[in-house]
């Protein structure tokens, strides 16, 4: 299943944080061309570096189908980042 939110947490010092909710469908459509000349680069490379295309394709997809319930969290002096994928 395709992600569906993603939740961006900013932890400022001093600050109130900052919640932010993207819902990745509409995300998507509106870059959708961005993302068919990204496969369209993609596929040149894996033609250039003689890498089965649908293979490659097929585990991209993978790795973004299994996104959901990812958390990355970064930490930078006293700032923090949280991201979480649903």
Known sequence: MMPQL???RVKRPDRRPIRI?????????????VVVLAVLAGAVACHVYHIDVVRALGTGWRIVCALPGTRFDVEHNRTAVLLAVR
Not at 21 to 27: A, Q
């Open 6 to 8: 993603l939740t961006v």
């Open 21 to 33: 909710w993207v819902p990745v469908l509409p995300v998507v459509l509106v870059l959708s061309p």
